[in-house]
């Protein structure tokens, strides 16, 4: 397949930092630069509290201009997590529906509460369980505002003559005449852009193996409600159901059926919005999503813009659980998507990246980290992982087994390649719950776990000097470390697993020789206290790889997080 970018195509995984870039990308058109990994805030410094909803072009009845509204759920542990990032939350408190607005999606001012817990409790409403998966669409037939969102077991509509709000409670539905269940598994409103009209997409809650698309509109009984049902998947469990419209084809998407951790994402396309979708019943995966499971989020909802030169740019607002999983800042995450020929969409997983609203362009920004799954967070069990998924290696990364034990599956002597960090580790300098971990309880050991650096057909590596950084700690200040840039690129035949092979890892023996640490290296011995590392790196552009070398005696481990690779000139 080839790249295309005559489209400037563009995914956004929902919230982070959006800060004003000041230059421009013509005359009169200004970038502005998105940080993602990051908590957001609105123009005037106030958290934006926005989880699994939807972005929406309203007609503002106090500007008397089309803008976007982009409404969303608070709950309360996201206050608590965004203060203190060390811990995960049992349970969601509903605390409202949010509503933000913006001119050109990037600067938000907050439009207070379209719907709030006393709102709901006043209305004899019991806003104490699950409420969220929600967005709004505009009902012509009744002149009406419509919010449809998850309310324990039912679907709850809500509605409002404002996009602004207040919205008031309007009834529940029973979904199981659509799907077979009371409830979806998930859903989103999805509005197309050609016709206004706004369709729900949601699974089915057992199993959640198939998925459905209905109209929202008035129903026989002259409510506001769904007005047809269509099953357009049966197939393999998903949940994080979404779509977005882009070339005059429907792409119905979701992610793994993982729940609050990150996963791939996934679709199928259409040219009609009732489908058939294909390939039938086998959901395709993004290109690009393997590496850091979309920039360690869920999807979450899409939004398509047009724009004056006649491209088009969706954005893809993947949501990031970490009130929840404790697995990184920032609750979205928003990155560029572009399409091959064949339309197949292509996951652009960046951190910061600059992006002109006006004309839909973007380019990558000069804080990006260039190293993939570098806080470790994308693998939330401990690898190696028997199920959901059967892996033998970190994402994003490649191990070599020089001396001492291999990995394996349901083997007792395997060493485990990954941490899970207390609360008390975090405080004391580990970044949130994941880490690398290199040791082995039953031999001497040493082990290299690397990253390529590679440009892609979207994503260049630039020339220059690179900072590359990472924390290390260690039980014993006889391990041996070493971070190092090499121009090998390819491993030399030995015993490794590699996340580039997504199912079992590529397995290889007899070591024979190794490969040179020719760009730059550091040996040093860690302390047992976290302490950051670094080396610098100038790159001629071409590819290389980047990462740790370390050798120690048996029973001793060495744990390395919060990785990065900037650009600094």
């Known amino acids: 397949m080839t790249i295309r970018h005559i489209k400037n195509t563009l995914l956004l995984c929902s919230t982070a930092l959006i800060t004003l870039l000041l230059n421009s990308c013509s005359s009169d058109n200004k970038y502005y630069t998105i940080n993602n990994d990051t908590f957001w805030y609105t123009t005037d410094a106030k958290p934006i509290n926005s989880q699994g909803g939807g972005i929406f072009k309203f007609y503002d009845p106090q500007t008397h201009q089309e803008r976007y509204f982009w409404y969303g759920v608070h709950y309360k542990e996201a206050d608590l997590y965004r203060n203190n990032p060390t811990m995960r939350h049992p349970k969601c408190s509903f605390l409202g529906v949010t509503t933000y607005i913006s001119d050109n999606l990037t600067e938000w001012q907050s439009a207070g509460y379209a719907l709030t817990y006393e709102d709901l409790n006043n209305s004899g409403i019991n806003a104490n369980g699950w409420l969220g998966r929600m967005g709004v669409t505009y009902v012509k037939e009744k002149q009406t505002y419509a919010m449809f969102i998850q309310h324990d077991t039912l679907l709850m509509i809500c509605t409002s003559k404002s996009p602004r709000g207040p919205f008031e409670y309007y009834r529940h539905i029973d979904m199981t005449p659509y799907c077979g269940t009371s409830h979806a598994g998930d859903q989103t409103v999805f509005v197309d852009p050609d016709t206004n009209i706004g369709y729900l997409i949601y699974s089915k809650a057992r199993g959640r193996n198939q998925g459905f698309i209905s109209q929202i509109g008035v129903d026989n009984t002259d409510s506001i409600g769904l007005i047809n049902c269509h099953r357009v998947f049966a197939g393999e469990g998903r949940e994080g159901n979404c779509m977005f419209k882009y070339d005059n084809h429907y792409y119905m998407c979701a992610s793994d059926l993982w729940g609050w951790d990150c996963s791939h994402a996934y679709f199928l396309k259409s040219k009609e919005i009732f489908g058939p979708y294909l390939p039938t019943n086998d959901m395709q995966k993004f290109i690009g999503v393997e590496r850091d499971f979309a920039h360690q989020t869920q999807t979450g909802f899409f939004y398509t813009l047009r724009n004056n030169d006649n491209s088009e740019t969706v954005l893809y607002c993947g949501d990031r659980w970490s009130d929840f999983a404790n697995n990184g800042a920032g609750y979205n995450q928003w990155v560029p998507i572009s399409f091959t020929d064949d339309n197949t969409p292509i996951f652009n997983s960046l951190s910061s990246w600059d992006f002109c609203p006006q004309t839909g362009k973007w380019r990558i920004g000069k804080k990006n980290n260039y190293i993939l799954n570098g806080n470790f967070e994308a693998d939330r069990r401990i690898i190696p992982e028997p199920v959901k998924p059967r892996q033998a290696f970190i994402t994003g ?16 002597l395997s060493p485990q390649l990954n941490h899970r960090n207390s609360t008390d580790e975090q405080n004391n300098g580990a970044q949130y719950k994941m880490s690398l971990n290199i040791a082995d309880k039953y031999s001497d050991y040493r082990r290299r776990i690397s990253q390529r650096i590679v440009s892609t057909p979207t994503v260049t590596i630039p020339k220059g000097k690179y900072i590359f950084t990472a924390r290390i700690c260690t039980n014993d200040t006889t391990v041996n470390t070493t971070m190092f840039a090499s121009s090998s690129i390819e491993l030399p035949e030995g015993f490794f697993v590699s996340s580039l092979d997504v199912d ?31 080396i610098e790196i100038v790159s001629d552009g071409k590819p290389f790889r980047v990462g740790f070398d370390i050798k120690g005696p048996k029973g001793s481990w060495c744990r390395i997080d919060a990785v990065s690779l900037i650009l600094t000139e």
Not at 400 to 409: C, D, L, R, Y
């Open 504 to 534: 079992n890892g590529i397995i290889k023996h007899n070591l024979k020789e190794d490969i040179t640490y020719d760009i730059s290296n550091l040996s040093f011995c860690p302390t047992k206290e976290w302490k950051e590392y670094s």
């Open 397 to 412: 990364w490649d191990t070599e087994f020089i001396e001492g034990n291999i990995v394996a599956h349901e083997d007792t």
